[in-house]
């Protein structure tokens, strides 16, 4: 019976932190989703572009604790630096879109996937010749409390973590789902070709989906400052790559797929290492995958079209 | 028309030819070759190097320049970026060498790049010092090779001894990088000496993550269930305390414990209140540093604006040990050749060497005997010297 | 422009026997006055190793000295000679496009060879600048073969090259050098250079091997998934090195024995370009072309879409093995964390700026991409700005890259140019 309690606590335990280390790939890959599936881009500057809102939110945050920390409630300052830094960081994501994908909209899409590269490249030199080598320690929103319920130790960021990732998923879906300009997206993913001659605008459209994609990463930023606070300005490459597995691993052009293949990753990272020894995780975390899409090739919820590249 | 342009191309084509540059005699210039990773995945241990590196030659040019055999020689740094990569490391070594001419190498400091950063340095007979790498494979069969450091064999013994001593625990924990040449090697280390004084089946947990990980709770937790009484943790500063804080989140109650990488960057003020007390070895003190180290420190200080690391200090360390050795080959000839095997020759014979981080005597390998200390991380978050270790 | 033209025009009759010829004679005279003349009297510390760009930026003070270099040592006599000895280069030309056109070839590339082995070798860091170059041609040439010429995109190439290089640094530890791990050689270590070649082609052969773990799942279906499974098998391949202990895991390996001069690079990349362009022009790369412009197309036109999918990817991945076994033998070290994204990313910038089904275009791409890297090496960080923004601009005004779909006719570019051509 111990021994039975004790398993089912340890897998608990592992439950909740699968549970956040999948919010943030959920919420990051959601970004490069919605581009991939709009645009059929792969939009490799999505992890320098999670970095950049971090950074952003780094400072929005320094600032505004320096501000306002005596005499306005601590919730208030967070949910504004949320607001004011995604704000900015979607502005980022129009820049890069502008800059970076818009020249290169009627060429193959690996050159745009090669500008997107280099433009993470510029932005991670960039952040180091401005703050310097140092790694910097996002300051704290809201002061950590520890709890330990039945054994299972879990703290309130975590939880904070968990369920703002939800309701940003929730409210994503809705506005995709309710709104013209969800509509309008749903539509250019559909054919991208096509749509445009409807009378909307892809140079529109494309903007407000790099700036939505943008603003859910900074948001993803904040909410890492608070679980990992050390900032670092390659922290973003390696998130990308697993956020570009997780999008193509949702299928095509689907936010619910690639939430779900985010929290997947989550969840294989966090067991792999649980179950098997660790030193193997990422043998056999991505073995599990190449199986995966051996048996499922279109991913969870791609489309039935074809997914031919443009050349 | 054309041929006015014609007339004016040519005519500043002789002008740049025949410009001041021009026609000035070859001096000798003593350079000096500093091979550290400025931008890759850990820039703060190639600005620490730099750093350091600048401040010393402040000190030479305030002196007008190197003294040897009673000649002043212009101080030249020659400072290449080696991306963290082992390939770039072996690039800007060869580069270093065989064209700038450099007499002398310090770095690479990590060992991923500084092994087979070696080898070149080694092919042409070049004497470099590594400051940071641990890796007994840096320095084997090369004569030419040199560190400022101990080494991973000797490191891991110490931290397995002082825990014993300090605690009386007899189960540990290691949480470490798979990917990363220096943690990998030092928990192997560590893991054998534990055994070997406690016996089989004493590592309760030996866990593992890859470079760049953030979340460590799923290996945290299998720690704190194995029921371990201590963690050590081979890390860098940028992990360090994402572990600390991640372990006490979890329930971790006992002490963690770490190497000479904690002092790599500002692991205390990223980690906060939870590192308090905490104990690492590591290559010097720098809170309640005497002499000649305070003196480093508080220069470095006031210049950069942060406490020196480990790798500015053994840096530091490294260059007045090329210092010396460049001193004592005697006289520089000009023939690149001749003035570097002087040099290592004259690093060889260097004895009781007194750095800022220790005392230092080359064995045969050209691995310095040094000492290494526990220190801990006391309530103003300085490193305070707490038990020294010699071998 | 005028004078451009007319510059251009003067020059139109010089065969590039002619050419070879005005560059020999450059190094030349590098080799016998560089340093202790021209160099020295232009008041540069030395002879500027790649054409004075890592000098300039260093010390700006210095631009003068090194156009000046430039100029005596490369562009007037490159174009003299190559003006002046067309009297002769021209009828060598002529006699040369009558036999056949492989032998011709042939000897172009030796006296290029020998150009670039003069050049190298006033500086062991110039060879060092070659070596590696050399080796990012095949990688280059090679992914072309699957992302160009068969239009995936992969991402697996670093995973092919640590295969190679750790198999072909195992056997050639384990034959011919004496070493830690592997104890005494088994055969006597003066045939290592000699059976060198045996380890690098069992190097490719597993990793092509191991692209069939990539291929069989991939090629169910076209696509991107062929992108993620890719890099999955990247990770796999870097986290199974890192766990064999025997091979040094994160530790990585070294001591590879010094099998791989600048020679024997140089013929293998010359191998490898010369095989790759005969598989892409052969009927298996046309068909290659067909499965990636319409799969369902060329099935119906007999092609075997599969089988020509598989063989091209695993061909990619042979010279990947290559590339990697030669890799590991020049740095004589190597660790998993070298095959991991951050390669990835170089290759596949080196590829798509080049230029897609075009080999010229990636050697284009391999090239200066590598020089690039170097010649900015003292711009420290700034490197890594202004890289990126090269490539950015690059891909905005030639979105297909510098040189793509295109070839070059070994044929039309080694012939005589008469006077009778000019303007032609």
Known sequence: ?311 | MRRITCLVVMAMVFAMIFSPSAFSARKTVIKIGINAPLTGDNPKVGESSKHAALLWLEDIEKAGGLEVGGKKYEVELVIEDNEYKAESAVKANTKMITQDDVLLIVGPQSSSQAVPAGEVANKYKTTMISPWSTNPNTTMDRPYVFRGCFLDPFQGPVVANFITDEFGFKKAAVLYDVAADYPKGLAEVFKGAWEKKHGAGSITAFESFTTKDTDFSSQLTKIVKSGADVLFVPQYYSEVPLIVNQAKDLGWKGPIVGSDSWGSGPTFELCGEACKGLFFSTHYAAAGAKGATKAFIDRYTSSFGYTPNDVGALTWDALQLAQKAIQNAGKISGRIGKDRTAVRDALAKIKNFAGITGNMTFTEEGDPIKCAVIVKFNDKGETEFFKSSCP | MEFVRKFKNSFSNVPMLGWFLGILCAVLIEYYFGYDYISYYLGLPKIPVLFGALIVLKNPIMIPGVIGYDLIVYVIPILLVAKVSTFFTNPLAAAMEKMPLWLSALIHLILFYGILHLWAGINDYRVMVVKLTLISIILTVSINVINGYQGEFSCSHPGFMAIGAYVSSILTLLFFVNDKTFGEPILSASLGPWLFPIALLAGGLAASLGSLLVAIPSFRTRGDYLAIISLAFMFIVKSAVENIQFIGGARGMGGQPDYAPLPIIFIWTMLCIWIIHNFVTSIMGKALNAVRDDEAASESMTVKTRKTKMTAFMFGAFWAGIAGGLFAHVLAYINPGMFSINRLAEILAMVYFGGLNSIIGSIVGAVSINVLGEALRPLELFKWIIIPLILIFVMIFRPYGLISFKEINAKRLLRAKHKREQGA
Request: glycine share 10%; no cysteine; hydrophobic share 55%.
């Open chain 1, 1 to 311: 019976m111990e021994a039975l309690t004790d398993l089912v606590q340890y897998i608990l335990q592992n439950l909740i932190n699968a549970l956040q280390r999948g919010s943030f790939y959920a919420v990051i890959s959601i970004g490069y989703s919605m581009v991939y599936g709009v645009l059929m881009l792969f939009n490799f500057a999505h992890g320098d572009i999670f970095m950049v809102g971090t950074y952003i939110g780094f400072g929005i945050a320094t600032l505004f604790l320096a501000l306002f920390a005596g005499f306005l409630p601590g919730p208030l300052i967070f949910v504004a630096t949320v607001v004011v830094t995604m704000f900015l960081a979607s502005w980022i994501g129009v820049f890069v879109e502008v800059a970076g994908y818009r020249p290169l909209r009627s060429a193959p899409r690996a050159s745009a996937a090669i500008t997107g590269l280099m433009i993470g490249i510029i932005f991670e030199t960039g952040i180091l010749i401005m703050l310097g080598a140092t790694r910097l320690n996002f300051p704290k929103l809201m002061e950590p409390i520890s709890y330990n319920i039945w054994g299972i130790y879990f703290t309130n960021i975590k939880v904070m973590i968990i369920i703002i990732s939800l309701l940003l998923m929730i409210a994503l879906h809705t506005f995709i789902q309710k709104t013209k300009w969800g509509m309008a997206m749903r539509a250019m993913s559909f054919d991208f070709l096509a749509v445009p001659l409807m009378g909307v605008s892809i140079n529109i459209i494309a903007p407000l989906t790099f700036a939505i994609g943008a603003g859910l990463a900074s948001v993803a930023g904040i909410l890492y400052g608070q679980a990992y606070p050390i900032l670092d300005p390659y922290m973003g490459v390696i998130l990308g790559w697993k956020a570009f597995v997780a999008a193509i691993l949702g299928g095509r052009g689907s936010i619910k797929g690639a939430a779900l293949a985010g929290y997947l990753l989550g969840f294989i990272e966090i067991f792999v290492a649980t179950v098997f020894p660790s030193t193997l995780r990422d043998l056999i975390a991505y073995s599990i995958i190449l199986l995966i899409l051996t048996y499922r090739p279109r991913g969870f919820f791609g489309m039935e079209h074809s997914t031919k590249l443009r050349l």
